[in-house]
Nanobody, 117 residues
Framework: QVQLVESGGGLVQPGGSLRLSCVGS????????MRWFRQAPGGQRDLVAG???????SYADNVKGRLSISRDDAKNMVYLQMDSLRPEDTAVYFC???????????WGQGTQVTVSS
């Protein structure tokens, strides 16, 4: 069956870094755009970064210059490098796979990121 499994979340101090990872299985990974969303308590799920099949990244304005998305299709992995973290980055981060042709979409279960001193 299809699975997306995130890892790498945790507690970090302001200004610190974390690297999130997501591994996909059960679907043809290299046919999908991969995206990271986040959802803060009481908030909506917002797109923070995406990377298409060709490796072209895109970012929400409020994370540009601090977050970097990458993918390794040989390993069915997508990563989110997060630097200069701020308390407002605290959220559950979700991995998402989207086939832009079929519009088929899959979600991971999320990983908690807490930025606090």
């Amino acid at each position: 069956q299809v699975q997306l499994v995130e890892s790498g979340g945790g507690l970090v101090q302001p200004g610190g870094s974390l690297r999130l990872s997501c591994v996909g299985s059960g679907f043809v990974f290299n046919l999908y755009s991969m995206r990271w969303f986040r959802q803060a308590p009481g908030g909506q799920r917002d797109l923070v970064a995406g990377i298409n099949r060709h490796g072209t990244p895109s970012y929400a304005d409020n994370v540009k210059g601090r977050l970097s998305i990458s993918r390794d299709d040989a390993k069915n992995m997508v990563y989110l490098q997060m630097d200069s973290l701020r308390p407002e980055d605290t959220a559950v981060y979700f991995c998402n796979a989207l086939n832009v042709i079929t519009e088929r979409e899959y979600w991971g279960q999320g990983t908690q990121v807490t930025v606090s001193s």
